[in-house]
């Protein structure tokens, strides 16, 4: 009888030291997972803006000039990059979205468009190691940039 009972408190405590580490892991990949997704999220934003701010209102007006007449204004491309954003990321996380000097009502070629998203992570221990970027909040910062050749 005095056997049994040394085997289930030998089961409890070997619980208490893998159940921390267990939970750790289990939480860090939930962490990654949401990184993975919100930097997708961002990069597909970026894409997204970028192509509709690439693509020419009218295909029979002056092929090669690219003005703000000729392509989308920078208003529907911030609704564009707005709606593509994923019901996960917060509008106040974003850090920096690049709108001046994309190309966007010039007459360049190009169009490019940058942002910048802090991302919260839940699991305090690998926060504390890779999230202090000058914040105290254990966030770190995903990055996304995209250019398109105008049509």
Known sequence: MNKRRNIKGQAVVELSLVLPIFLLVVIGIFDFGRALHCWSSL???CVQA???ASKRSNQLIARNLFLSTTHTSLANV????WESRSPIMSENDYDSINWENTGIGT????VTISASFNLTLMTPFIASMIGNNG???GAIKL???ATEKKE
């Not at 911030?78 to 990059?81: E, G, M, N, S, T």
């Not at 007459?107 to 190009?110: I, K, L, S, Y």
């Open 43 to 45: 990069n597909h934003q």
């Open 50 to 52: 970028a192509r509709a």
């Open 78 to 81: 911030k609704k564009v990059f």
């Open 107 to 110: 007459n360049t070629d190009t």
């Open 135 to 137: 914040s105290n909040n």
């Open 143 to 145: 990055s996304a940039s």
